[in-house]
């Protein structure tokens, strides 16, 4: 049996070859891929900015349209790599391409999960930026009353989504969306290895159960289990008070233990599905 | 170069090879014949490690194929019957794909590209199917893999290009190489291949030199009614009968590959007894 003249698993200079590979190939698409995403904002923004006379721009919209396009495009665009493998004459050049499966899968990461996330960034705040300025500068030009009121609409600032100011759960100093995002995604590329037609929709089908499953473990398993009057949030137990105040009891987890639990969902399960993906790269036959 | 041994495969409920045997030595160019759906693209597929055995063992230039290493990957080339190449032009493709193999010679891929007239301007994807293919035949030929799979090679070729694709591998094999061609169209591979396996079932039925069957074989026209009936394998020709007869007495004859291989499914036990 013939020895491997070099390391089989990862050669630096071998990835190099194979990212600018990529590229090349894939520049064009990908290009306009994003200018179709920035295009699809200033559209979108542009509409609520002329239909909401009160709160245009507001911070939670700009929030929901960046989770919504995060998650919409990353998950789309992450079962798409893999789709190629479901057709003979597209998977067969990919797997006999000279590099490891480990290679071929880092340069997935790397365009997929890393260069999206930073482009992605990009062009949201490019677009997002300059609507915040045109949506105060209209409030700032055509001054704007609450109806009945004095009070004058106030100029919005643009939406920070790597702070926890503004966030859905802000106490807990950590972006739950974004936490998640990078495990979805990775779920959805394992997705697109792990069935042949139809990746994305069976994979939406598949997360979809487990959320449902979750929800029912959270509300059907644990909430029946607390004393009256406690409610069941992830992590999080508490006995509210009537008046909207401070909790009057509240059961947390140790800060230490709680962190752990986040950043498994941050990064555990990202690298166990980009794992299980290079597994099932390995076995996959065409 | 390739060894293959007790080969088991099947899709789902579809057994495809049960237990087949079969060298490939350098040196050589072998001509895989078989009727659609006989399995010539699984086996391919199998030495390329694009498909695992689920009994016995391939062993391909001393690497395990279903394990794609990239030094086994850098070894061979695979040329697929349907395939769809990059949206670039071809310098830029060349650019790009010739780095991943360690003997990609750009001297010759220029050869090649001549020979076979591809254009080198516009993209890849605005030449014609056979264009295209004559692109990758000359990426493959190129990168001087010793192990070149050819799966229905000349599909898409039109009559000059498979003159020029018969002299262009002729031109391309030597010691080191092994080239296995996978065809249905038998006449394409005439006066190319110097060995001949036909897989009929999933069994190797017949795997010879050309220059055995040269030797054993005997073809030729017959006007003999007797020496018709005898044949080991006869058609009715413009003039005459074509037959197929066992060489008794070491005469020269030209063999015809389309008529070797319809002899062999019909009357295979009594020509491989002539090898024997």
């Known amino acids: 049996m013939t020895t491997a003249p070099t390391n089989q698993l990862f050669l630096f200079s071998r990835w190099r070859l194979l990212v600018a590979k990529h590229w090349v190939e894939h520049r064009r698409p990908y290009l306009l891929s994003l200018l179709a995403i920035g295009g699809l904002y200033a559209a979108w923004f542009a509409f609520t900015i002329a239909i909401d006379a009160y709160a245009p721009m507001a911070a939670n919209m700009q929030f929901m349209a960046y989770i919504t396009g995060l998650y919409a495009v990353g998950c789309l665009f992450s079962s798409m790599f893999f789709a190629d493998l479901s057709t003979k004459k597209d998977a067969l050049p990919w797997l006999s391409l000279p590099a490891s499966h480990f290679e071929k899968l880092l340069c997935v990461i790397l365009y997929g999960v890393v260069l999206f996330f930073i482009a992605f960034n990009v062009v949201f705040y490019c677009v997002d930026i300059i609507m915040v300025q045109w949506s105060n500068n209209i409030t700032f030009h055509h001054p704007r009353f609450f109806p009945g009121t004095t009070v004058r609409v106030q100029p919005v600032t643009v939406y920070n989504i790597f702070t926890a100011v503004g966030a859905p759960v802000p106490e807990k100093n950590y972006h739950i969306f974004t936490s998640l995002y990078f495990a979805i995604q990775a779920a959805f590329l394992l997705g697109s290895v792990y069935f042949t037609r139809y990746s994305f929709v069976k994979t939406a089908i598949a997360v979809l159960l487990f959320i449902l499953g979750f929800a029912f473990l959270q509300q059907g398993v644990i909430y029946p289990l607390l004393p009256k009057g406690w409610n069941n949030e992830f992590l999080d137990w508490a006995r509210m008070s009537y008046d909207g105040g401070p909790p009057d009891s509240e059961v947390r987890l140790p800060g230490s233990l709680e962190k752990a639990i986040v950043a498994l969902g941050q990064f555990g399960l990202p690298l166990f599905f980009w794992f299980v993906t290079w597994l099932r790269l390995k076995e996959k036959e065409v | ?276």
């Not at chain 2, 279903?66 to 190449?85: G, T």
């Open chain 2, 1 to 276: 170069m390739v060894t293959i041994h007790n080969l088991h495969y099947s899709y789902r409920r579809q057994p495809v090879f049960a237990g087949l045997d079969l060298q490939l030595q350098p040196g050589h160019i072998y001509g895989l014949l078989g009727r659609n759906g006989t399995g010539k693209s699984t086996l391919l597929r199998n030495i390329a490690g694009f498909l695992f055995p689920q009994q016995g063992h391939i062993d391909a230039l001393g690497f395990t194929p279903r394990k794609r290493q990239p030094a086994f990957l850098a070894k061979y080339f695979h040329i697929p019957e349907d395939f769809q190449l990059p949206d670039l032009s071809l310098p830029r493709w060349i650019q790009y794909i010739a780095p991943f193999y360690p003997d990609f010679n750009r001297r010759q891929f220029d050869h090649y590209s001549r020979e076979f007239a591809i254009p080198a301007v516009g993209g890849l994807r605005e030449l014609s199917y056979g264009q295209q293919k004559k692109a990758l035949i000359s990426l493959a030929l190129a990168t001087n893999a010793p192990l070149l799979l050819m799966d229905e090679p000349t599909n898409g070729l039109d009559i000059h290009s498979k003159s020029q694709f018969r002299k262009v591998i002729a031109g391309a094999i030597d010691d080191e190489k092994c080239i296995l061609i996978s065809t249905h169209q038998v006449n394409d591979l005439e006066n190319l291949i110097d060995n001949v396996t036909i897989l009929e079932e999933g069994k190797i039925l017949f795997h010879q030199s050309m220059s055995r069957i040269a030797e054993r074989l005997l073809f030729r026209l017959s006007f003999d009614p007797e020496e018709i009936a005898q044949a080991l394998y006869s058609e009715s020709a413009l003039k005459g009968h074509a037959v197929l007869l066992p060489n008794r007495e070491d005469q020269d004859s030209r063999p015809d590959l389309e008529m070797l291989y319809k002899a062999v499914l019909l009357n295979g036990k009594k020509i491989n007894a002539l090898f024997a």
